[in-house]
């Protein structure tokens, strides 16, 4: 589970090029990947990819907006910001998706997710989750029972060396990182 589009069109394609260790074979040909759609997935689906936005809809029961809006983060639009303590999602059991429907869920930002209203999408599934974070919050912290696997510092995870690194400016003081805020002291997984 992502909250962008963006981010699981690219999930999708980088485990579509993923090698199976046994052998080279494509991950996709052993466990078929596919986007989660409105129309649900496909029986032959092993490994389902969606967007907050088009979870949220399924477990509420109303349509997936149209509009573009699973394209931006739903944490950081303009109606987010201004209704942070918003009345938490409300799911319902749903057909196509039951809360058995997967063995593992991973969500990337599960800080996000977490915050507010989504955090019944993730108490709404029988597996077992596994959240992404580089912000981890007191809130992420306590769903995850403190169960902090793996934590490295900002320095390690983006040497000034790395090609994915890129100078930035906050306030005119040049930065390194995230053009939002100053790095965070540790990242964690």
Request: charge should be negative.
């Amino acid at each position: 589970m992502a909250d962008r589009k963006l981010a699981v069109h690219q999930l999708i394609a980088q485990l579509r090029q993923f090698s199976m260790p046994d052998g080279g074979r494509p991950l996709d040909d052993v466990y078929h990947v596919q986007e989660l759609t409105a129309d649900g997935l496909a029986p032959s689906a092993s490994v389902a990819v969606a967007t907050v936005q088009r979870l949220s809809a399924m477990l509420a029961g109303t349509p997936t907006p149209e509009d573009g809006s699973d394209r931006v983060s739903a944490y950081e639009t303009t109606e987010r910001q201004a209704h942070p303590d918003a009345t938490p999602l409300e799911v319902t059991y749903c057909e196509a998706l039951p809360p058995d429907a997967f063995d593992l869920v991973i969500v990337d930002d599960c800080h996000r997710a977490l915050y507010g209203q989504r955090r019944a999408l993730l108490e709404y599934f029988d597996a077992p989750i596994v959240g992404f974070s580089a912000t981890p919050t007191a809130t992420a912290l306590g769903f995850f029972k403190g169960n902090l696997v793996d934590s490295y510092t900002y320095e390690q995870a983006s040497p000034t060396a790395s090609p994915w690194t890129t100078p930035s400016t906050r306030s005119g003081s040049p930065t390194t990182g995230s053009r939002r805020s100053p790095p965070p002291s540790t990242l964690s997984v």
